[in-house]
């Protein structure tokens, strides 16, 4: 099996520690880096202007989703009113959604490990360029939960893949690289702490299966394809269960891979839209899991501003 690579820190390392890593020599020959994705890029764009106070980044699948999450941090900070409307940075582009609110960062990623990936790429350029530091950056979503009542948060652990393994396989150059998929442990402590203050939902924190797709790789007996019996379905949940797996998503492994390299703190709070345990289809009302939906915004806007008012 290829070696798990870790981002290791030395002494020299110290002093920079606090700041977003890239670790491409072919970055520092290029006049100029075009965030295609994002539609800007640094001959055009004043990034450390733009960014440059940036302190935490909160990243989720819905564009409207993290339209949503801006609007309500700017209350929450009382920066402005959570009911107007914030701008779209990535307006030219209809790839990813990204709004900025004070020292938040909120941005779309998509669905799956290939979308979220393209766009941590360049969010992490786009953080390294504009020299930010100390950022603690998010993943706010929803997911299918095991043995977890519906509307339950998640804060994971570490990310774990389908065959219940921490970490995250890519194929580079026709070979496979083995990454870390650990996640901080006092960053996840610090948000079940949070949770307990507000008080309003179970909370846990556990291991998060990430998967490469929604049907099958989920174990469900409800997509086009289907090769398994809801007996052997049934074994495979349990085995998660047992393995320490608490919910199931697409994005976590790549997240946290890609963090550890780049030496962000990072976090994956996501609310179980239904108990895998119990079945297979979403059920539950638009009003239900919009009221889901809002618990991890919660937790984490309550983090964002606990930390601002420490400051």
Do not use: W
């Amino acid at each position: 099996m290829a070696p798990v690579h870790t981002a290791k820190k030395t002494e020299n390392d110290q002093a920079t520690s606090n700041l977003v890593h890239v670790d491409n020599p072919h970055l520092e020959k290029m006049k100029e880096d075009i965030l295609y994705h994002f539609d800007i890029g640094t001959g055009t764009h004043d990034f450390p202007a733009m960014f440059g106070d940036v302190k935490f980044v909160c990243v989720g699948g819905s564009p409207s989703r993290m339209k949503a999450f801006a609007q309500y941090i700017n209350g929450e900070l009382a920066l402005g009113d959570p009911n107007s409307d914030v701008a779209n940075i990535c307006a030219g582009t209809d790839r990813y959604a990204m709004y900025k609110v004070g020292p938040v960062l909120s941005i779309s990623h998509g669905m799956g490990i290939p979308s979220i990936s393209i766009m941590l790429h360049e969010l992490i350029k786009l953080l390294y360029h504009s020299k930010c530091t100390n950022v603690t950056i998010i993943r706010i979503g929803t997911c299918g939960g095991i043995g977890l009542e519906p509307g339950s948060v998640v804060i994971t652990s570490q990310s774990v893949d389908a065959s219940f393994r921490p970490q995250f396989e890519q194929i580079i150059l026709g070979k496979t690289v083995v990454r870390n998929t650990e996640l901080d442990s006092e960053l996840a402590r610090e948000f079940f702490q949070c949770s307990k203050e507000i008080n309003e939902f179970n909370t846990v924190i556990g291991n998060t299966m990430c998967t490469l797709d929604f049907y099958e790789g989920q174990a469900r007996l409800d997509g086009a394809f289907c090769s398994y019996t809801e007996e052997e379905k049934m074994q495979y949940l349990k085995a998660a269960y047992d393995a320490g797996v608490r919910n199931i998503e697409m994005e976590s492994s790549v997240f946290a891979a890609m963090c550890n390299i780049s030496g962000l703190k990072a976090a994956v709070v996501c609310v179980t839209l239904l108990n895998r345990l119990e079945g297979d289809q979403i059920s539950s009302s638009h009003e239900v899991l919009a009221d889901y939906q809002q618990r991890p915004q919660k937790l984490v806007g309550f983090f964002i501003k606990k930390h601002l008012n420490k400051a």
